[in-house]
């Protein structure tokens, strides 16, 4: 089980955003396996993670660059790692919603 969530804020007329972002990871059945190495058998992943997410408004194609750098922490039965999205998101199209 995986839940991600965040907050923020909009700044500069909703030009900018920022804000901390997170996550929670439950594994929820034992590792297993005959590759598995014996001192991982029976084990579950757990990780938490938290971090700055940022986001400018691109005008040009109505859309926006986003980015979000989170550290892991509380990690149990796994590595403890870092993750770096970074993101475009553009309008491909929008319904007219205009009323009869």
């Known amino acids: 089980i995986q839940l991600q969530g965040g907050i923020g804020?909009?700044?500069?007329?909703?030009?900018?955003?920022?804000?901390?972002?997170?996550?929670?990871?439950?594994?929820?059945?034992?590792?297993?396996?005959?590759?598995?190495?014996?001192?991982?058998?029976?084990?579950r992943d757990r990780v938490y993670g938290m971090g700055p997410e940022g986001a400018v408004r691109i005008k040009a194609i109505q859309g926006q660059l986003r980015v979000r750098y989170e550290w892991d922490f509380g990690v149990s039965a796994r590595p403890q790692g870092h993750i770096f999205v970074a993101a475009i998101n553009f309008l491909v199209h929008k319904p007219n919603n205009r009323l009869p």
């Open 9 to 43: 804020t909009r700044l500069l007329a909703g030009l900018l955003e920022t804000g901390i972002a997170g996550y929670a990871l439950w594994q929820v059945r034992d590792d297993r396996g005959t590759e598995l190495p014996a001192v991982l058998t029976g084990l």
